[in-house]
């Protein structure tokens, strides 16, 4: 008896495993074509005004904004590691991560668990590609983070991330961001600027300055930044001035087009 029972669950995890196995195949063979990143980069349009539609090169990300980026992420060996293939991702468990139901937390499109770079250059992917059923889409999103990770460059995904999030406040993208909660260009965020930039994106539906003001500080110091308390002393004051910004922003009824695009300070009128 106990040796049919046995004979019985080897053969039902057999089938399991062929069955995974057909499933990857399948996902391979019909995902869509992840968008090379030149033409991402192209097409970037996700503000209704204009004059916000730029996309911020990698050269123009401050080094620190960076850093406390990757810490956030807890990835501060990033520039270090070779980009993983699809077997990789699977034994880290990045991709068992995707394949957990899936329930959107805010307008960002971002999921409990998963890979916060490779997820928000996905938001963009799957909000302008048909992509899937709901009961296979852990699979291709798991795919597809393989994918950018082995086609794109270290850079590359760095720089789509920024440019591809959520700031809130109807604000995508960093030099969105950058002019509308900071006044400034992206190049020149300082250090404690950069902190609560992260914390935005961490919860960018969130209005808490005490969470923002946390998670900067706690980002700070984890990327091991110089003078890292000395930055954590301004955060307050700072947290404050740009989430009034946020809520005047906010106050301008709906999204301008870019005929008629709102007075912004620091930002020039769209042609």
């Not at 080897?10 to 089938?15: M, P």
């Not at 080094?63 to 520039?79: K, R, S, V």
């Not at 961001?177 to 994106?201: D, G, N, R, W, Y």
């Not at 999204?255 to 042609?271: E, H, L, R, V």
Request: proline content about 8%; aromatic content about 8%; some cysteine.
């Amino acid at each position: 008896m106990v040796k049919l029972l046995i004979q019985l669950v080897l053969a039902v995890f057999g089938l399991v495993v062929l069955a995974l196995i057909a499933l990857a195949i399948y996902v391979q063979f019909t995902k869509p074509p992840l968008p090379a990143f030149e033409q991402l980069k192209n097409q970037f349009h996700p503000n209704g005004n204009a004059a916000l539609n730029r996309w911020v090169n990698i050269e123009h990300i401050p080094a620190e904004l960076q850093a406390i980026y990757l810490a956030e992420t807890n990835d501060p060996t990033f520039w270090q590691r070779e980009q993983p293939g699809l077997l990789q991702l699977a034994v880290s468990g990045t991709c068992l991560s995707h394949l957990v139901p899936l329930t959107r937390q805010s307008p960002t499109g971002s999921y409990h668990g998963a890979s916060a770079r490779t997820l928000r250059i996905l938001r963009y992917y799957n909000d302008n590609t048909p992509l899937t059923r709901r009961w296979t889409r852990g699979f291709y999103e798991c795919a597809l983070s393989a994918d950018i990770e082995h086609q794109w460059t270290k850079a590359q995904i760095i720089e789509a991330s920024f440019n591809l999030s959520f700031y809130g406040a109807r604000l995508n993208g960093l030099y969105a961001a950058s002019h509308i909660l900071f006044e400034k260009e992206p190049q020149q965020l300082t250090v404690p600027e950069s902190a609560i930039l992260v914390a935005i994106m961490r919860t960018p539906v969130s209005w808490h300055e005490e969470s923002a003001v946390q998670t900067g500080c706690t980002r700070l110091q984890q990327a091991s930044i110089p003078n890292a308390q000395q930055h954590c002393a301004e955060l307050p004051a700072l947290a404050h001035a740009v989430y009034q910004r946020r809520e005047t922003y906010m106050a301008r009824p709906g999204t301008a087009s870019p005929a008629t695009p709102p007075s912004i300070p620091g930002i020039p009128a769209s042609p």
